[in-house]
């Protein structure tokens, strides 16, 4: 079992690594992101894959300059955190989800 773990993280930074060069650097792909986490052996295979792209960004043609830096202060803030485990769908603490109010 954890020779198969060690194969599956070896495995999951090659195809990172391929990926990231291939699209020059515009895609994170994850298999297997909580892989290495401390979550029990059925949690660590959950969720499958996570992706980031970041292609180039289209112009926009506005006059509202306040609301663009606003924009980019809100796509900063989604790329902080470690690029494996940032879009595991964990929330962090004090946040709700719909379920959750529901």
């Known amino acids: 079992s954890l020779?198969?773990?060690?194969?599956l993280a070896i495995i999951k930074y090659i195809i990172f690594v391929l990926l990231f060069i291939l699209?020059?650097?515009?895609?994170?792909?994850w298999?297997?992101?909580?892989?290495?986490?401390?979550?029990g052996f059925f949690?660590?295979?959950v969720?499958?894959?996570v992706y980031t792209y970041t292609g180039p960004k289209k112009e926009?043609?506005?006059d509202d300059e306040e609301s663009?830096?606003?924009d980019d202060e809100d796509e900063n803030k989604a790329a902080d955190g470690d690029a494996e485990g940032s879009e595991?769908?964990?929330?962090?603490?004090?946040?709700?989800s719909q379920a959750d109010q529901g």
């Open 31 to 39: 298999i297997f992101p909580n892989l290495t986490e401390d979550v």
């Open 88 to 96: 595991t769908g964990r929330e962090e603490p004090g946040e709700t």
């Open 3 to 7: 020779v198969f773990i060690i194969v």
């Open 60 to 62: 926009k043609e506005s």
């Open 23 to 29: 699209t020059r650097g515009n895609l994170r792909f």
């Open 47 to 49: 969720p499958v894959y």
């Open 43 to 45: 949690e660590s295979f």
């Open 68 to 70: 663009e830096s606003e």
